[in-house]
Nanobody, 122 residues
């Protein structure tokens, strides 16, 4: 079992930055690829970014490429999502996830965090 706890969400203005963190506990953090997903009101949950076990390879959804950066610190059992140049369309609940496979740039989650709200005002 892996427990994931997100933090760092909030209300910001368009153009601002936020950094989300996801702290993992339980089983070995380095055994899992990690990812961030988001779910806007009335929409399906979609992948935003993913990162391999070592952090050597990262993947991004097209709308966030060049603005968001996923990273992980395996010594701290934490994965981050740096979000720059935020837009109102980025408003969503952001979820951290852990899994064993990434296909088509999307993590296949085995575990989810509880989510953190990001609201971007225009």
């Amino acid at each position: 079992q892996v427990q994931l706890v997100e933090s760092g969400g909030g209300l910001v203005q368009a153009g601002d930055s936020l950094r989300l963190s996801c702290a993992a506990s339980g089983r070995t953090f380095t055994a899992y690829a990690m990812g961030w997903f988001r779910q806007a009101p009335g929409k399906e949950r979609v992948s935003v970014a993913a990162i391999t076990l070592s952090g050597a390879v990262t993947y991004y959804e097209d709308s966030v490429k060049g603005r968001f950066t996923i990273s992980r610190d395996n010594a701290k059992n934490t994965v981050y999502l740096q979000m720059n140049s935020l837009k109102p369309d980025d408003t969503a609940v952001y979820y951290c996830a852990a899994g064993h496979r990434i296909t088509g740039a999307t993590l296949h989650p085995n575990y989810w965090g509880q989510g953190t709200q990001v609201t971007v005002s225009s």
